[in-house]
């Protein structure tokens, strides 16, 4: 038992996005002073729009940030799934008031910039929290006292943790493990365009994903249906390097050629688009040592075809801050039991994202066999289905790790 005062104790959070903002929080929420370390001039975030279920939600009650974030969200209707290819209906689930009252929360999209904010507002009202942006971190040393992080300038951050939220890059998971990510092959192309440029009939306040062969497209709104994220994914004909880079719109319509004229008719309304080159790793049984673990991303990195990468970070911050209070600040104790907590879930939702990307993916009789699946599935079976991942609760977070 650790009889300190908690304002006594100082982790070190390394990552200042969503993951990090969120472990931050979670920390100072009781009373352990933070220090974050955020390898950009500024903290923010990139990207477009991602998708929050009721998992997400309950996760981000939990950190007290839930009203913040619902009032920049855009609640859907349905989850739609069609083919690409014939533009017919593959699948749709109902995410208005019915989800609501099997999960207890609603199902959002919101704009990555906009649930950041949602968090960083409360973080940076926490007195227990400091941001130092600019600070790439270097090195990482520990012993049975406390940790070391060193910076590109050489100076040292002192703590008795330290939470490597830094993403699928991660220089944390890099000094811990040493793996290198699995680079998927998969292209995702990422674009935001105002509601007056958008098709009038795929107007719909809903994520919809086109499944096509070897490609899909997804659209939804954001900013009060202001905006459409749109995001297209391929198999790339290139030897992929993990990264993010400007596109061009010749290499999307190289790939979706062979698609129905109503999704066809997005890909021409992005003035720009942000070419990323997916990775995910493959599931460890270990991401804590001694005085260091992992979260989000660096833990964890997934393909996006579950729309779940933001929410397990959530939940992965909320289960390391009650696994802290389980243990009364042993940090070493903490991280193992936050670890056995998170590593089957998180690696059941990586599984099932690859397996979900097969399925858009699909093409031949494996696209029929897919078009087949849901076929006369009711609305309650279809959340059934989705109770283990929907329906996670903060207040059960630990399950049977304890």
Known sequence: MNNTRSTDRKVIVVGGGIGGLAAALALARQGIRVELLEQAAQIGEIGAGIQLGANAFAALDALGVGDAARKRSVFTDYLVMMDALDATEVAKV??????????????????????????????????LIQFRTATTVCALEQDERGVSVIDQHGERHQGDAVIGCDGVKSAVRQALLGDEPRVTGHVVYRAVVDVADMPADLQINAPVV?????????????????????????????????GVRDGSKE??????????????????????????????????????????????????????YLAQGACQALEDAVTLGAAVAETEGDFVAAFALYERARIPRTARVLYSAREMGRLYHAKGVERLVRNSLWVGRTQDQFYDALQWLHGWRAEDCLGGAR
């Open 94 to 127: 109902d995410v208005g008031e019915r989800y609501r009252q099997r999960f207890g929360n609603p199902y959002a999209v919101i704009h990555r910039a906009d649930i950041h904010l949602s968090i960083l507002e409360a973080v940076r009202d926490h007195p």
């Open 251 to 304: 290499e999307v319509l190289s790939y979706f050629e062979g698609i129905h004229a109503r999704p066809h008719q997005m890909l021409d309304r992005p003035t720009s688009w942000r070419r990323w080159a997916t990775a995910d790793r493959d599931p460890v049984a270990q991401w804590s040592f001694g005085r260091a673990t992992l979260l989000g991303d660096a833990a964890h990195p997934m393909t996006q």
């Open 210 to 242: 086109w499944a096509g062969p070897n490609c899909h497209l997804v659209h939804y709104p954001l900013r009060g249906g202001e905006q459409y994220n749109l995001v297209v994914t391929f198999h790339s004909r290139e030897q992929e390097v993990w």
